[in-house]
Structure formats: structure tokens, C-alpha cells
């Protein structure tokens, strides 16, 4: 379930291909399943994921998770419970998912024919927030917080690459 929706002013595409350039793993776009999750070089709290219509399903961990979302091709997915009525995530959508409560990615076109969606997810220490130990104000500021110094820092990066 989503519990929390704001928008963080980024550069998602820029963002998004420097991101793939870091993957631990050689980027390789999703070819089969549902998700995949790549880990990052020299970012343990951010994961870079990517997917398609993903069937309703729990975690089964009574924590939060924090996405970022930077690309859904045609605005064609919605992550959701399977009954909340939600309009798709744009780029720079931030939403905070309830994973253990049902949640579901729904497509348009459920077969993914407009291509994967991506987002970053920040877990400290790799880990989702823990409802025993995190409330959903506290995510929601920190994760944004978070959300806006990878975006700056990202950008400053790329500012100064393109400059030498």
C-alpha cells in the first residue's frame, strides 16, 4: 500500500544513466521476471530497480520502503495496492511503499510492451525501514532528504564531468 506520495524535483534521466553506470553487476536491462535490483558502487544505501506489472504479493516484512521513481515509459505502471486507485508514478514521483501490507505494480499493458519501469530505492544498510523502528513521517523526511542529495550530488558530478 502506498503511504505517502511527493514529488522531488530531479534530473530522473540523468539520474537513471548514471545509476546504470554504476551497478556493481554489468547494467543489464530486465530481461525475464518480474523486478531486479542492482546494487550500486560506493552507494549501499541506494538500489536501482527495475521491473514490469508485478502480480499482488506481500514482503512479509512489517517495514517501509522508499522509491524514487525515473522512468515509466508512457506513464504505463501504477504501484498500488491492488485496491487503491492511484494515478501512474511520473518521474521524480517519490512514494512510500507499506510492504507488508499487498501491494501490486499494475500495467496498462500487463505483457510490458512500453518497456520496464525504474526507480531508486534507498534502504539504510541495504535494509527497509522497520515499522518498529521508523514511523511514515520519518520516512517520508529522511527518505527525501536522501532523495535530494543523491539528485544533487549526481548532478554536480555530471556538471563537473561535462566540464573537463
Partial sequence: MILHTSHIPCPAT??????????VQPYRPLSCGYTYS????????????????????SDGIAAYRPILMLHNPSNNYVIRNEH???????KGTMIILDIDS?????????LGGHGPWSGVVW???GQPCLKSKWDIEQVA??????????CTT???ETNATLDT
Fill in 123 to 125: 534502504e539504510p544498510g
Fill in 102 to 110: 499487498p501491494h501490486e505494480v499494475w500495467g496498462i499493458d500487463p
Fill in 84 to 90: 487503491q486507485a492511484l494515478e501512474p508514478q511520473r
Fill in 38 to 57: 542492482h546494487e550500486l558502487r560506493d552507494l549501499p544505501d541506494f538500489r536501482l530497480i527495475e521491473g514490469v506489472a508485478v502480480p499482488p504479493h
Fill in 154 to 156: 549526481i548532478q554536480q
Fill in 141 to 150: 523526511e529522511t527518505s527525501r532528504s536522501k532523495f535530494l542529495a543523491l
Fill in 14 to 23: 540523468k539520474l537513471l544513466d548514471h545509476l546504470r553506470s554504476i551497478t
